[in-house]
């Protein structure tokens, strides 16, 4: 008896230590890929982080630095290729429908069917988080590149006023030059360059030629008069940028402008993540525009977390990351930190600042207009190859290695090669 007693009392207390230990080993954990690491990107990614570490999930972040994603791709490709995929990681539009073609992404159709994305998120972003019917991605935002970011200090000091058109746009910048100031604050990496081209594309021959080039490639329109004319804007809008603009990231850019030291940056609405990481308030030290010559139109891409087959022990993890990316308070909460719109149609604008606001209702009107067109910058317009064959020419071309009468041509053989 005394022996039995003894091995109860020895099984308590072991079973007691496993408990005490067993918390922290069972912990469910995420581990996400993601290149948000910019003072307001982080900010953004913290809403995220907290909502799953409430719910007992722990966070292994893996950053990779670099705007735009590519660096963060490089590992990616490495780490699926070598058999170690993360929970989930950041992608944009192509990229996501590349990986599910590969079958290492996982079936969300379970949780999507139970929470209703359907019904509530809009099918352009479903073209991309869906691959053969199946939802393999969870969209978190509507991010839009044709947007200017203005320093209203400048503005009022000189009595410039928001350009509405390429030739007021010019105009501005020319003052802004002539009083000794930085007139365009610009980071030169090839997807800065390349950003900064969808809205040239558009304002130069409207959404209808963005679609016939950048969407449908189009070698006819690529030869165009009007694409010589894009390539010459480009240039023009090289004659405005500082001269230690090469290798800049994107967000010392926008901190040209939120110190004053430059009057505009022409970037995604992801800068204003950055304004209001600053203190900055829209309408009182910033204000925010479409591109001059695109209202109307948005150029969009959307942030999506695509989520990768893991192991027994992932999944359910996994399903919480999917099921909070797509709660209302949690794309309110986020969205309104990263200066995008929410990636579901039923979330309140009330929380959303001026800029937000408008970000929600022109990707409305874009919608019903038909004028919600995928980003080439942002590799919602081709696929990778195309993409980057496209960034190699428009960046020789703002760098001066080609005119624009190269640049017509070369982009004509360049996508031919990389449609192969
Ligand atoms: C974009 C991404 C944005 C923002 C930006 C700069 O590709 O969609 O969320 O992070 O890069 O890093």
Redesign the pocket.
Known sequence: MNKLKAFLCGSVLLAAGAMAVRPAAAAETVEVLH??T?GG?AAALAVLKKKLESQGVTWQDVPIAG???EQAMTVLRARVTGGNPPTASQM?GFDIQDWAAQGVLANLNDIAAKEGWDKTIPPSLQAFSKYKGTWVAAPVNI?STNWIWVNKKIFDDLGLKLPQSWDEFIADLDKVKAAGKVALAHGGQPWQEATIFDSVVLTTGGPTFYKKALIDLDPATFVSDKMKTVFERMSKLRSYVDDNFSGRD?NLASAMVINGQAAVQIM?D?AKGEFINAGKKPGVDFLCARFPGTQGTVTF?T?QFAMFKVGADRQSAQAKMATDIESPDFQSAFNVIKGSAPARTDVSDAAFDACGKKAIADVKEAQAEGTLLGSLA?GHAARAAVKNAMYDVITAEFNGSYTPEQAVKELVSAVAAAKQ
């Open positions: 290149w948000w910019s990107e705007g735009g994603g944009l991010h994107w995604g992801w891409n942030d942002h």
